[in-house]
Nanobody
């Protein structure tokens, strides 16, 4: 069993930055991937970024490339998402996800409860 808890969301002005953190507990990760999805009210959940637990290979949605950076700390079992140059369209509830597979999807095994990010113009 894996529990995921997100933190770091908040309200920022366009152009500002936020750093989200996802803490995993329940087991030690040795493979698979963790990452972030986001969802707006009435819309489907969409992929943001992921990182492989072994090797650290990353994947980013085109909409966040060059602005967001995902990283992991294997010793602490945490995954962070540094979000820079935030735009109003980044406003969403951000969810941490984890899976034993190296590719994350909306059917990932584990999910956090979400943390709200609101970007004002």
């Amino acid at each position: 069993q894996v529990q995921l808890v997100e933190s770091g969301g908040g309200l920022v002005q366009a152009g500002g930055s936020l750093r989200l953190s996802c803490a995993a507990s329940g087991r030690t990760f040795s493979s698979g991937a963790m990452g972030w999805f986001r969802q707006c009210p009435g819309k489907e959940r969409e992929f943001v970024a992921s990182i492989r637990w072994i090797g650290g290979g990353t994947v980013y949605a085109d909409s966040v490339k060059g602005r967001f950076t995902i990283s992991r700390d294997n010793a602490k079992n945490t995954v962070d998402l540094q979000m820079n140059d935030l735009k109003p369209e980044d406003t969403a509830n951000y969810y941490c996800a984890a899976d034993r597979k190296v590719i994350l999807t909306t059917s990932s095994e584990y999910w956090g409860q979400g943390t709200q990010v609101t970007v004002s113009s």
